[in-house]
Structure formats: C-alpha cells, structure tokens
C-alpha cells in the first residue's frame, strides 16, 4: 500500500511538474497577449521531435539546449507572422488561428517524421535506477525531470521578479493596457513572450518524449489538459496554474495507481444489481477507468461554480 | 411623486470610494442634470442605477421598487432607458437593426422566435420613423461600426430612446459633437423627451442650464447640492468646487 | 422575390444533382454533403451569429447519431414502429435534450469560457463514451438497420439514392428553418449578443438567454444532422463525437465564412469535396488541408463567402470587368507557385522511383529535379509579388466610387 502511494505521489510529481512547464509558458502567453494558444502543446511535440533528429546525430545534452531554442524561434516567427496578423481580428480569431496552427504542426509533423513512433531515448547517462523501493525502482531520468523543471521555475520565478524585462511583464500582466503607454516595445515583448513560452514548451517536450513517447498524437494528448490546467488555476495566474497541474498529476496519478471502484462502493454501501441493470457500465466503472476524464470533469465544475477559476482574477 | 428615489447610496472599488452617501430625489416628468467634474463618479452613479455595478450599500427605488442589484435587463423591462458616455451599440449590426433591437422588448417580441421580423409591420414602422427622428436614414444599412463619430453618437442616442421608457439616462449625450450637431442632437432630446423624465450627465453648461429643470451638482461622489439652475448659479459652494473653473475653461476656449 | 428563386434553385438542385452525378460514389458523396450542411449550419448558429466559439459541437451531433442508430436498432427489434423517415428527428430531439442541460451551464459566458466549457464537456463526453459501453458501444460503435421500418410511399431505403433524397429533404426543411431563425427576434438578438452582450442587457435582454436559446436550436440542428448520419452509415462510433469532428465542423464553418447564411454550405461543400477527392490523390490532403485553413485565418478572415462578397461593391458599381485582367495576371504565377510547391511536397513523400507531373518524370533522388523545381518555385514566387501592387491597385479602383450627384461619397 504505502509503496503505492510513494511511487503514485512521485509519478504525479513528474507529470505535474512537466504539465506545469507546458501551463507556466501558456498562462504567461495569455497574461501578456490575452491569446489562449491551442497550439501550445504542438510546440512541446515539435520540441520531442527536434530533440529526437537532433540527438540522433549530437546526442541527447546538445539536444536539450538546442532543440527548446529552435521551438522559440519557430514560435517567435508565427507570433510575427502569423499572429500578429490574425490580431485585429479580436481573440476568437486569434483562437482560431491557434487551433489550426494545432492541426497544421499535427500535420506537419506526420509529413516530416512519419506517423510511426520515434524511438526517442532517455540519455545513457541517467539510464540506471535512481533508487529502488519495496522493490520498485524509480528510474534517475524521472528524477532528472524533477530536477529540471524545478530550476526552469525557480528561473522563472528570478526573471520575473527581478529583472527589468520580469517587471515589465509582470505590468503587462496585471494591466495589460497601460504597459504601452510607457513606451515599451509592446510588439517586441509579445514577440519574446511568445517565443519563451513556446520554447518552454518545446523544453518540455524535450524532456518528456523520452517518458511519454515521440508519436504524432503526443500533443493532442498533452493539449487539452494543459489548457484544463490553465483554466482551473485562472486564466493568467502563474501559482493557479502551478496549483492546478500538481492537481491534476496527483489526481490522475492517484487515481490509476488506485484499483477501487463503483463496485466497492456499492459493496461497501450493501447495494446489488443484476448484470442486466440499464445502468450496468456505470456500477462497474473503476477509479483507472475513469482517470482520462477525470481533468475534464474538474474542468467542467470549476467552470460552473467558479469561472474565474481557482486562483482568477479576471473573468474574461 | 418621484419617480426615482436614491437612498444612502455607497460605492467602492476596492477600498476607493467613488460614490459617497448620495441620496436623490427625480420627480416623474422632470429634466434633471447632473454636473460635476471629471471622475466625481456621474457616470459610476448611472452604472448604478442601471444595475451595471453592484452598490456597495443603500438603496435605489423606481416607481417605488427597489432595483438596486438586479440584472440591467431587468431594470430596462421597467422602463429605464440608458446611453453610454463611450459609444455602445452593435458594431456588426446595420443601424436599422440596432435600432429594431432595442425596440423588441418594448413592443413585446421577448425571446420569441415564431415571429418573423419581415412581417412585424408596426415595429418595422416605428423602427423607420426613429431613424428619420435621429437622422440616419440614409445610413439605414451600413453597420454601425463603419459610421462616423457624430452618427455613431446618435445612433447611441436612438437605442436609447427608442424604447420610448418613461425614464431616460443620458451619459454625454453631445460629448464630442460639432456646435451643430449639438443643437440638432439636443432638439431631438427635447423632442423625444417630452413628457418623460430625463436624467443627464453633461458638461456643456449652456445645454444644462438651457435645458435643466434641476441640477444636482456631484464632487468626489458627494452631492454638494441639488436645487433648481438659478440657486445652483448662485450658489457658492458650487461656484468654488465647480463652475468657477468651467467658466474659466470655456473663456480660454 | 429573388429570395424566393434562390431557395427554389436550391431545392431544384436538390433534386437534379443525382440524376447528374449518378455513380455510387457521387451519390454517397452528395449524402455526405447533405449531412456537412446540416451540420456546418447548426455550427454557425453558435460561432457565426451567436458569437459562441464550440470546440465540442460534435457532442450534439454524435449523442442525436447515437440515439438514431438506437431509434433503428427499436423498430429492428420491433419495440417501436415508426418509419425511418422520421429517425433526424429523433437524433434531433435528443441533441436538443442534451443542449439544454449543458447550454444550462455553459451559455453564462461567450469568449473564451464558453470555448473552454465546450472542449472540457467535448472532452469528457468522447472519453466517456468508451467507457459507457452499452450505450456507445465502446470502440466498436452501435450499428443499426435502416431497412427494417414500414415502407414510405413504397421506399424502403435500402439504396443510397433513396436516402440520398430522404437526407435532401431533410436538408432543405432544415435549413429553411435555420434560415427563418435568423428572421426572427431570437436570431435577430443572437447576433446583437454576439456583438455586444453588454447593450444587450441594456435594452431588455439577457444575453445568457439569447445565447441559451440559440445554443438549443444549434444542438437539435446537430442532432437532425446525427441522425442523417446514422440513416447513411448506419453505424456510430466515438469518432462521431470526439474533438476530430468538433474541430471539422469549426472548419467548414470558417472556411466557407462565418458572417453569411450560405457560409457553413459553401464550407461544408468545398471541405466535403476536398475531403473524398483530394484524399483519392495523396495521402498529404490533411496537410494541405490544415495549411489552407491557417491561410484562409490569416488572410480571408470572412472565408470563401466573403472574398465573393467583397465583389460586390465593384459589381454594383459595374467595374467587376476592371478586375479580369489583374486576377489573371496574379493567377499565373500564383499557381505555378502553388504547384511546384506542391511538386516539392509529394516528391519528397514519395517512395517511388519516378515522379510524374504532365508527362515529365522527374526523379526524387538526382538534384536536377530538385533545384529545377525550387527555381520555378522561387521565380513563381517572385513574379507573383511583383504582380499585387497591380492588382491593389486595380481592386482600389475597381471600388473607388466616382463621385457623381446622389452617391454618397
Ligand atoms: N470599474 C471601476 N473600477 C475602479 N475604479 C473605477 C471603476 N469605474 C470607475 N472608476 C473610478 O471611479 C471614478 C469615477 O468615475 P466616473 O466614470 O464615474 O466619473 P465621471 O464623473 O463619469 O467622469 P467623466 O466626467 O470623466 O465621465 C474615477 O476615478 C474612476 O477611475
Ligand atoms: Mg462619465
């Protein structure tokens, strides 16, 4: 039991922490631009991608700094040349324009590497146990995850609170219209917003495509929880989104490593039913069943009894 | 008997009071002008009424029912018609149907969707007749994004009076327009007006004191006084918080 | 007047178009357009004329799908009897059941939380339908019979074509009541809300009600198109519901243009031709689907419709002539670009040892091919800038009104 909760509450960890580096440079994008980019997870895939051809022929370390950058700059040109252009059109324009961009990098991606899963490998280096519990062993890659996103936030956290640029942003963030007014280039700050984000995102991607698997489909997977995420913390709230993705790791973590379910709890409640009830499915459902729509569920609740979100401000 | 009755009236956002204590009285029928300087809060006092913001504390009646917090549509269907200082229409809408829009509820159409706009004569009517009144005929099927200012103010103007609610808030009215367009607009207001009670927000003193039957003066969200234009002319808190420095503003200009 | 000649067109065409198309593959391909329409049309009521952008509008559409296939499955097991012609409705009024218990939360706000609302609820439903087994029938889907109820007028629809007809039918009821929706107050206020929610309020409606009203009508217009889709196919699988075909609705809707009644059709028309042709020719079809999506966002943001419509002004003004030459003059290179774009991209796919355009093979592996194809792409490319400041120009002309007595200027 209790090796079960550990290892559950370490694998949430993981997830939560890589969500949330999907999720810091998203609500930084919204906060700055006011732009929810459905893409954002295409540029984690894209950044899996990059880092797997890069590392086939300089090896995985090159790849970790190379790969995030190329995603920042590829994301930093849509932002100018694609983006920028979509805005006058209003926020659901822009929305629009995200969510193709989402389906053109799906797209894209099947045409470059095929739609056939990339055999994209952790680094020898950390290819051994880090150390193994009740006979459990937790691999030193996932703890080398850990270890990277929590420096990018503590990064992060450092350039936003103590850099002119940081302060800049985080003005824009609390009053988006007034940060023009100062003079600053407006333009170019969304432009390295946008580029950071993405390239944190591709980061992401780096680090998980060896876990989570290199295959067309990762973004879509990634995608729609990490914009549950940024919606259940606030929309632009950086420790909502942090709250929010340890959250969700956790919560699906826990809930496939669990193996209860309605049937227990109809046992535990002494209720029976015949195999041929109407609601059959629904009595039999277990807790890993259900972990997949569990983010969706939250989602949906949070939305209706707290628009805002958990940590929002703004109601937008 | 008044028709709108403000009691102990409060606002805050956040810990900034905006509106401080306000209590009013509007009789039913009167034109009443509301004067005051940039940021006393006239336009906040409208939200209010309006149901646009919450109040803080105290109390709105009209026609003896409390309104306060309730839905702006609500307090609309009782017959309280309101223009925004910042130009608020449907931009993507013709001018023929953003004044058709505003005249819906009061013709009775509600939510409906068995009855087909084509063939509701006398609302098509009265939507033209407007249109003549506010002078956008011409421009009947242009959306209203695409009209000038001076017109987007009017139509503002029309979707405001075209439900013809016994009550009227006008925020600005005139802010912004030509001296000619100024007269014209406030004929029109006279015109519409009539026999209505009409509220106004607005800094062209020669328009208030021409066109007011009351004037409540409002200074940091305090009423400062409210009496007929010749007390308020004479009056010296007024003078020294207020009009002194209009006056002098309009002989610079 | 000449309302009334385009709806009769329609209906002519309706009738006229399978006596003209008559190959099997024609005819399921003009049912599928039967059911895009439908579809794209329920989808614009919210995002076109209700300001409400769905990512999960495939929800109304598949739960109306499934609870037809299940209506067929009743009278096949003969617990029901009712004709199959009545099966749309069905789909329809199961997809209004579900909108107005999820309209009844999600409609409190447009934007941004209504899109987020409506892809968790996407979301949760497609994931939910693998584990309700009996009703969705997990990965497999349900499949019916739609032979099995009374006859109709002597059919019994076990051909294509007689669905075909029944689908056409139901295509023009629905989309005359679609259209007179927006005839109505309701529809006239749905675009009001779309526009400026706030004024709304101000004028006596609530927007969450608006939006709520059309939200019902959009999500039993789905479901009619559900239905259709189950008497074609006769099988419903979560694919039906899932974000794949949200996200195919959004862009039918969108490319055919957001801002017209015709938009949705002339969408789900072209996208329903580019589906099953250009799928016939390369396995890239998606990709190039996606690429002209981004391109239509960013450059013809009112969609196909609304680059016809731009035409307008210089047709009434009697210039369009003015905008021949220019066009072709762009067309030229533009399309030789387009094409040995697309040269570039399939013989870079290709597997095979020769690639053959207009009786030239050219082969992938020797770099003559290669740069000869990237240097007429390039000069495409440069002579196709060099052509718009002309046709800028001709187009200002082209909608320049000439000030004469009585026009405004
Ligand atoms: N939503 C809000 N949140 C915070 N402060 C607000 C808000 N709305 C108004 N205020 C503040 O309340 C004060 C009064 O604003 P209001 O618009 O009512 O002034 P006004 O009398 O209409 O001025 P003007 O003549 O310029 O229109 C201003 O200082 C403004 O900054
Ligand atoms: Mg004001």
């Known amino acids: ?316 | 008997m008044s028709i709108l009755q403000l009691q102990g009236l409060h606002k805050q956002f956040g810990n900034t009071p905006i509106i401080r204590d306000v209590s009013l009285k509007i009789a039913a029928g009167e034109k009443h002008a509301i004067i005051g300087p940039n940021g006393a809060g006239k336009s906040t006092l409208f939200h209010l009424i309006t149901g646009r913001h919450t109040v803080s504390s105290g109390s709105i009646l009209f026609k003896g029912q409390p309104i306060h917090n309730r839905p702006p549509y609500e307090i609309a269907r009782l017959g309280l018609a309101r223009s925004f200082q910042v130009t608020n229409i449907f931009p993507l809408l013709s001018v023929f149907e953003n004044i058709r829009c505003a005249l819906l509820w009061s013709q009775g159409y509600k939510y409906s969707f068995w009855h087909l706009l084509g063939k509701a004569k006398a609302l098509n009517t009265r939507t033209e007749e407007l249109l003549v009144e506010i002078g956008l005929q011409e421009r009947r099927n242009l959306p209203a994004g695409e009209l000038a200012y001076a017109e987007q103010r009017a139509l503002e103007l029309g979707i405001a009076i075209a439900s013809g609610a016994e009550m009227i808030l006008l925020d600005e009215p005139v802010a912004g327009m030509s001296h000619s367009e100024a007269k014209n607009a406030v004929e029109l207001i006279n015109r519409v007006t009539a026999g209505k009670t009409l509220v106004m927000v607005e800094h062209d003193m020669n328009i208030v004191f021409d066109m007011a039957d009351k004037i409540t003066v409002l200074v940091y969200g305090e009423i400062i006084a409210s009496d007929v234009p010749s007390k308020i002319r004479g009056n010296a808190k007024v003078q020294e918080a207020y009009l002194g420095e209009v006056v002098e503003e309009h002989s610079h200009a | 007047m000449l309302k009334y000649v385009s709806w009769a067109l329609f209906a002519v065409a309706l009738i006229v178009l399978p006596q003209i198309f008559t190959s099997i593959l024609s005819v399921s391909i003009l049912n599928q357009m039967c059911i895009a329409i439908v579809f794209a049309l329920s989808y614009n009521m919210l995002l076109g004329q209700g300001g409400m952008l769905s990512f999960g509008h495939a929800v109304y559409f598949g739960l109306g799908g499934f609870m037809a296939v299940h209506a067929l499955l009743a009278i096949e097991n003969e617990q029901m009897m009712f004709s199959v012609t009545l099966i749309p409705l069905v789909g329809g009024l199961f997809g209004l059941c579900a909108a107005l218990f999820i309209g009844s939360f999600s409609t409190h706000k447009a934007g941004t939380v209504f899109a987020m609302i409506s892809l968790g609820v996407g979301e949760l439903i497609a994931a939910s339908s693998l584990i309700l087994v009996s009703f969705f029938g997990g990965e497999a889907g349900v499949s019916g019979d739609r032979t099995y109820g009374p006859p109709f007028l002597g059919f019994d629809f076990a051909q294509n074509i007689e669905v075909y007809y029944l689908a056409a039918a139901w295509l023009f009821l629905a989309t005359v009541c679609m259209y007179l929706f927006t005839q109505t107050p309701a529809g006239r206020m749905a675009n009001a809300v779309r526009d400026n929610p706030e004024r709304a309020e101000f004028i006596g409606y609530s927007a969450r009600r608006v939006r709520f009203i059309s939200f019902i009508f959009s999500g039993f217009f789905a479901g009619i198109a559900g239905g259709l889709f189950a008497l074609n196919y006769e099988i419903l699988t979560e694919q039906n519901l899932n974000a794949v075909t949200s996200g195919n609705v959004l862009l039918m809707a969108y490319i055919g243009g957001l801002g017209f009644f015709i938009g949705p059709i002339v969408g789900a028309i072209v996208l329903t031709l580019i589906n099953s042709v250009l799928s016939n020719y390369t396995d890239l079809w998606l990709l190039y689907l996606g690429l002209m999506f981004v391109l239509t966002v960013m450059f013809l943001p009112r969609g196909l419709t609304g680059f016809l419509m731009m035409h307008r002004t210089p047709w009434h003004l009697g210039k369009l002539h003015l905008l021949a030459k220019p066009y072709a003059v762009t067309a030229v290179p533009g399309s030789i670009f387009v094409f040995s774009m697309v040269c570039i991209v399939e013989m870079s796919h290709s597997n095979e040892p020769t690639f053959n355009v207009f009786g030239f093979a050219l082969d992938p592996s020797s770099f003559l091919s290669w740069g000869a194809l990237i240097i007429i792409a390039c000069l495409a490319f440069i002579a196709l800038r060099r052509t718009l400041p002309s046709l800028r120009d001709a187009w200002d002309t082209a909608n320049a009104i000439d000030t004469k007595p009585g026009v405004r200027p």
């Open chain 1, 1 to 316: 039991m209790i090796e079960v909760l550990i290892f559950a509450t370490l694998n949430g960890l993981v997830t939560g922490l890589l969500l949330f580096m999907l999720a810091s440079g998203l609500t930084l994008i919204f906060s700055m631009m006011g732009v929810l980019n459905f893409a954002h997870a295409s540029f984690y895939m894209l950044g899996a991608y990059f880092a797997y051809s890069i590392s086939l022929y300089l090896g995985f370390w090159p790849a970790l700094i190379v790969a995030p950058v190329l995603v920042g700059l590829l994301g930093a040109l849509i932002e100018r040349y694609g983006l920028r252009r979509v805005h006058k059109s209003g926020h659901v324009a822009e929305l629009i324009f995200t969510f193709g961009l989402a389906f053109l990098i799906e797209e894209a991606v099947q045409f470059f590497w095929g739609r056939a899963t990339k055999d994209y490998r952790s680094p020898d280096l950390l290819d051994f146990p880090l150390f193994t519990l009740f006979g459990q062993n937790f691999p030193a890659y996932k703890a080398f995850m850990i270890f990277i996103s929590i420096a990018i936030f503590i990064g992060l956290y450092f350039v936003l609170t103590r850099t002119r640029i940081g302060i800049i942003i985080q003005a824009a963030i609390t009053h988006p219209h007034t940060v023009a007014n100062l003079g600053h280039n407006v333009p170019l700050i969304f432009m390295a917003v946008f580029g950071v984000g993405t390239g944190l995102a591709g980061l992401a991607g780096v680090i998980a495509g060896p876990v989570l698997t290199t295959f067309p489909g990762m973004a879509m997977v990634l995608g729609s929880i990490v914009f549950v995420i940024v919606v259940i913390g606030g929309l632009g709230s950086l420790a909502g989104a942090l709250v929010a993705s340890l959250l969700i790791g956790l919560l699906q973590s826990y809930a496939i490593a669990s193996d209860v379910g309605m049937p227990d709890l109809l046992a535990w409640l002494g209720i029976s039913f015949e195999r041929d009830h109407p609601l059959n499915d629904i009595w039999r459902l277990t807790l890993p069943q259900v972990a997949p729509i569990l983010p969706y569920l939250l989602l949906v609740l949070v939305l209706i009894f707290r628009p805002s979100g958990l940590f929002g401000k703004r109601e937008s």
